[in-house]
């Protein structure tokens, strides 16, 4: 019944070569945001009705949902630009016929067992080989307290791991739960499960992470109310048993994606560049925060509202970096940026530290050690600690190593693809990653954009 993992080496790795180019210039956009896009299509097959999406994210990642929703009786269609999706409302799944095979995507099974929880049905999720290796413990231990039944593969290592079976219980107990990690994930599954479920679902938060689900949850239209008590945590409380009414959805820009020309723009001399239309929420903007005190020369323009969401159009020219000592309780809102700051570190003058980071292991790939080796490669001074990584940068001297090194690994991990593809850039002779393919799951047409940039 589950399909075999995909294996690195049977899996049509691409390898791809990126050298130094002339300056980076012109106005892109990057695709939509893929934890919108996520949000957009669970939400409107919960809805009753017709929701409309634009911006919609076509990564693998974002596709790999859609077609998990429809297995799952939603109907969802593309037309020229808009995504329509009929929802079946809340607590209409249908049982699907076969295993979900979710790819590599951590948000699509973290979020879909949730939204399973609750439901009358029984439903087997299978990944690739980075996915199948990922903790699913911590979706795991809420959902059970509230009846559900899982049964999964026990890694060597002990963890709860894919492929797993999911078997929801309708009506599952309503839960009040403060979480151990800080995980929009986990706390997005939570209040999903708690959507088709009587009573109130309470979900406490010490440490502020991406707040989309909450946002989203409230436009279309569920009883949901977030509060900070007295130790700062947020309580954010759910009615259940709720009914959502069909949206029309603009997802913006991923500032995620955006970050990958963004980074590249500050190191190339001579860059000056525009990214249109990039969410800049708080829960998600770190990245561009900390780049600026490294003294990037970042300036949002046009600042706006789109679907509730901030947005802005991201100036960026090649910049002097100095490194910095980032704050370990940054990390949240830039929990996806870090293989990409670990790039612009490693350019700086001086040394910038890290800490805080243990999420990063558990990521597509283990985002420390991989960032870690593949800049030792490129002749970088990085040592490589149990939560972050301490990098003194070159001071904007071409990185060395270049094509007499071989590929550098990429673990299935768009965030590393693209952060070597971005470090190629900086490098005296160039370099070469083992697979650009991963790029896909979050940012199609990549490599495009960026050779775009520098013609
Ligand atoms: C996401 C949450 C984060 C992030 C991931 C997308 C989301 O994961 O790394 O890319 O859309 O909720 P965690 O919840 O594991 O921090």
Redo the contacts with the bound molecule.
């Keep these: 019944m589950t399909s075999k993992p995909k294996d690195q080496t049977t899996s049509g790795a691409k390898p791809a070569s990126f050298a130094p180019v002339g300056p980076l210039t012109g106005q892109i956009t990057v695709p939509g945001d893929?934890?919108i896009s996520?949000?957009s299509l669970i939400l409107s097959a919960l809805a009753i009705g017709k929701s409309e999406i634009t911006g919609l994210l076509e990564g693998e990642d974002v596709l790999a949902t859609a077609a998990a929703l429809r297995a799952m009786g939603a109907k969802i269609e593309k037309k020229d630009t808009v995504w329509t999706v009929h929802g079946v409302g809340v607590g209409g799944l249908l049982q699907p016929e076969t295993a979900i095979d979710l790819g590599n995507s951590?948000?699509s099974v973290?979020?879909l067992m949730g939204l399973v929880a609750s439901h009358d049905i029984s439903v087997t999720f299978t990944g690739d080989a980075s996915l199948s290796k990922r903790p699913m413990g911590?979706v795991i231990d809420p959902l059970s307290q509230m009846g559900v039944n899982f049964t999964a593969r026990t890694s060597v290592d002990g963890k709860a791991c894919l492929p797993l079976t999911v078997r929801g219980l309708c009506p599952a107990v309503p839960l009040e739960y403060r979480l151990p990690?800080?995980?929009?994930?986990?706390?997005?599954a939570i209040l999903l499960a708690g959507l088709n479920t009587p009573g109130v679902t309470r979900v406490i938060e010490p440490v502020l992470?991406?707040d989309?689900?909450e946002t989203m949850l409230k436009g279309f239209g569920a009883d949901l109310t977030v509060e900070t008590n007295k130790e700062g945590s947020r309580i954010i409380s759910l009615i259940g048993e709720a009914e959502l009414s069909p949206q029309k959805i603009k997802v913006p820009g991923d500032p995620?994606s955006a970050a990958f020309p963004i980074v590249a723009a500050l190191l190339v001399p001579g860059s000056d560049i525009v990214v249109e239309n990039v969410g800049i929420n708080p829960t998600r903007a770190g990245l561009f925060n900390i780049l600026q005190q490294m003294g990037g020369n970042i300036s949002f323009k046009k600042k706006r509202a789109v679907g509730g969401e901030p947005v802005a159009d991201i100036h960026v020219k090649h910049s002097k970096l100095t490194g910095i000592d980032v704050p370990a309780d940054i990390a949240?809102s830039m929990?996806?940026e870090f293989p990409i700051l670990f790039i612009a570190s490693a350019l700086a003058d001086g040394t910038t530290t890290t800490s805080g980071l243990h999420?990063l292991r558990?990521?597509e790939s283990d985002r420390l050690h991989q960032m870690a080796t593949g800049l030792g490669l490129l002749g970088v001074d990085v040592t490589e600690k149990e939560d972050g990584l301490v990098i003194t940068g070159s001071g904007g001297e071409p990185l060395t190593g270049g094509k007499k090194i071989k590929p550098i690994e990429t673990a299935l991990d768009h965030r590393i693809a693209m952060s070597f593809a971005v470090a190629g850039l900086a490098t005296a002779s160039g370099l070469t990653i083992d697979d650009i393919t991963p790029a896909e799951t979050s940012f199609p047409g990549f490599a495009d954009l960026m050779k775009e940039l520098a013609s």
Excluded: F, Y
């Design positions: 893929k934890s996520h949000r951590g948000t973290r979020l911590r990690v800080a995980s929009a994930q986990v706390k997005s992470t991406r989309h689900s995620s949240p929990i996806d999420e558990v990521k």
